[in-house]
């Protein structure tokens, strides 16, 4: 019986082993190279996209990034690179790549929309900007110069030199610079000369507590024009005494609701009021009445006139922006400084 089972079991172990291929020592070594250089390889594949990734976001990518869109029209993120450039050295030196967003997505709607107002900007209103620029003219001169000398050719082109910026960039930078001028002009052109306005006196402080301090001292009995002349810090606009003048609708738009309401009472003080030049505290001692409009008024009329127009373009012309990243900024500051 026992002879029989072992029997049995050596004809299984015979079965078994046959069934088994065989292995020897140099395909099981063959094998573990082809599996090394297949995961070398593997590694090496996922370094190289990682760089190229990294290259293609910090390097490729960018410049090609939208940043803002105009009736469809896409604007880069290098288109950016010279109107951040040229807007700093406007600005005396303050690189902003933001401040270089507003005024590439500005210049180009008021490019679109301008002709619309009878406002045009020719290729000769561009070559005088650039000649007056640039050019020296002698002290004896009698009449301007119509084309860049050779020293003032060679001042334009080592200003560009120095911002990086093409000739086309600087001309097209420029012409933004022209159209505002000129629209500015005609809004100041169709501001009213006469206008229903109030007499204002005013006091503004850095403060509301200085505010309210004016405000209480009036109130016990000194007189508004020596509290105003001791604690106003605005001293453009209002005369000795904090007397402001004749102010039409619109040209304060913040006190608007203020100075043309049905409620308001002649020589009742109001305030403090917080408002974006600091905190007011002011009376209206004549009005409402039709009268000549200052010239500073009109002027304030004239530039609210033009933001409300250009906000009611930007509108119409579907500008979409995002605004930038941290990272957008960064990329556009690399490529000036």
Do not use: C
Not at 28 to 44: C, D, S
């Amino acid at each position: 019986m026992r002879q029989r089972r072992r029997a049995e079991r050596g004809d299984y172990s015979q079965l078994r082993d046959r069934s088994q291929p065989v292995v020897n020592r140099r395909d099981v070594e063959k094998k573990q190279r082809q599996l090394l250089l297949g995961g070398a390889g593997f590694v090496v594949a996922i370094v190289v996209g990682l760089l190229g990734y990294g290259w293609f976001d910090s390097s490729f990518q960018p410049p090609r990034k939208t940043i803002a869109e105009i009736s469809g029209e896409s604007i880069k993120l290098a288109d950016l690179v010279p109107y951040s450039a040229l807007e700093a050295f406007d600005a005396g030196g303050t690189l902003n790549p933001d401040t270089g967003l507003n005024s590439l997505v500005r210049d180009a709607v008021v490019r679109a929309y301008a002709s619309e107002l009878e406002v045009e900007v020719t290729a000769e209103e561009i070559d005088t900007a650039i000649i007056s620029r640039f050019e020296t003219l002698p002290a004896d001169a009698s009449e301007p110069v119509d084309a860049l000398t050779a020293d003032g050719r060679d001042e334009l082109d080592s200003f560009l030199g120095i911002f990086n910026v093409s000739e086309d960039d600087y001309r097209q930078w420029l012409a933004g610079r022209l159209y505002v001028s000129e629209l500015q002009d005609h809004f100041n052109d169709v501001s009213p000369e006469i206008a229903e306005q109030v007499s204002v006196e005013w006091i503004i402080t850095a403060s509301t507590v200085t505010a309210q301090e004016a405000a209480d001292r009036i109130n016990a009995g000194e007189e508004f024009a020596a509290v105003a002349d001791e604690l106003t810090t605005e001293r453009v606009i209002s005369g000795p005494g904090g007397v402001v003048g004749w102010v039409p609708r619109g040209a304060i738009e913040e006190l608007d609701t203020i100075l043309f309401t049905e409620e308001l009472v002649l020589n009742e003080l109001i305030g403090p009021l917080v408002t974006s030049a600091g905190s007011v505290v002011l009376r209206v001692n004549d009005g409402p009445s039709e009268q000549p409009v200052d010239p500073v008024m009109r002027g304030f009329l004239a530039t609210n006139a033009f933001q409300s127009w250009l906000n009611d373009k930007v509108l119409e012309a579907a500008v979409d922006s995002d605004g930038l990243t941290p990272e957008d900024s960064q990329w556009v500051i690399d490529q000036i400084i």
